[in-house]
T-cell receptor
Framework: ETGVTQTPRHLVMGMTNKKSLKCEQHLGHNAMYWYKQSAKKPLELMFVYNFKEQTENNSVPSRFSPECPNSSHLFLHLHTLQPEDSALYLC????????????????FGDGTRLSIL | AQKITQTQPGMFVQEKEAVTLDCTYDTSDPSYGLFWYKQPSSGEMIFLIYQGSYDQQNATEGRYSLNFQKARKSANLVISASQLGDSAMYFCAMREGFSGSRLTFGEGTQLTVNP
């Protein structure tokens, strides 16, 4: 069983719908991330949360709204998406300390494959 | 300039042979870490191996090893004794700075292992 769980695995929605992606980590990590992976493109970092605080927003459109209620849960709220938003959305978590991220890898969930009609 | 470059969009290897996947990086920070991930067609990203910029020896993890050439800024992944289950996308990623948590990924290499 993966330490990072994402739901749903697949989501099809219309452009006017509102939906949310959920990520939960069971690894005791204190940093969580959202990535977007489009076909034939590198992973694009969207948001970073360290100790529940957003530390990075990588110029993501406001139709994507993250929420991190605690260190174990991360949500991505979706509203009025565009067809180009169809992609695999990956959540990751890692352990960072006051000394830095050092050699700790990010652990990823299985992703949510999102299709916008 | 791209921070992580993977020049091989696709690679093929015969089962049981070794294969090298290339990765070059660009950073001015003396402290950084390099990671390799495997992504099967199912989508999950699986961490394989890590190399720190101050590590004196090349990292090894089972059948995976990292050919780290710091002066050339390359961190190639070597997979020995390839198996059919190794067929997947492979991504090289870099974390810059001692306290950073952000990873920058390359475009990936699609590896196909032939029987």
């Amino acid at each position: 069983e993966t330490g990072v769980t994402q739901t749903p695995r697949h989501l099809v929605m219309g452009m006017t719908n509102k939906k949310s992606l959920k990520c939960e980590q069971h690894l005791g990590h204190n940093a969580m991330y959202w990535y977007k992976q489009s076909a034939k493109k590198p992973l694009e970092l969207m948001f970073v949360y360290n100790f529940k605080e957003q530390t990075e927003n990588n110029s993501v459109p406001s139709r994507f709204s993250p929420e991190c209620p605690n260190s174990s849960h991360l949500f991505l709220h979706l509203h009025t998406l565009q067809p180009e938003d169809s992609a695999l959305y990956l959540c990751a978590s890692s352990s960072i300390g006051t000394g830095g991220g050092s050699n700790q890898p990010q652990h990823f969930g299985d992703g949510t494959r999102l299709s916008i009609l | 300039a791209q921070k992580i470059t993977q020049t091989q969009p696709g690679m093929f290897v015969q089962e049981k042979e070794a294969v090298t996947l290339d990765c070059t990086y660009d950073t001015s920070d003396p402290s950084y870490g390099l990671f390799w991930y495997k992504q099967p067609s199912s989508g999950e990203m699986i961490f394989l191996i890590y190399q720190g910029s101050y590590d004196q020896q090349n990292a090894t993890e089972g059948r995976y090893s990292l050919n780290f050439q710091k002066a050339r800024k390359s961190a190639n992944l070597v997979i020995s004794a390839s198996q059919l289950g190794d067929s997947a996308m492979y991504f090289c990623a870099m974390r810059e700075g001692f306290s950073g948590s952000r990873l920058t990924f390359g475009e990936g290499t699609q590896l196909t292992v032939n029987p």
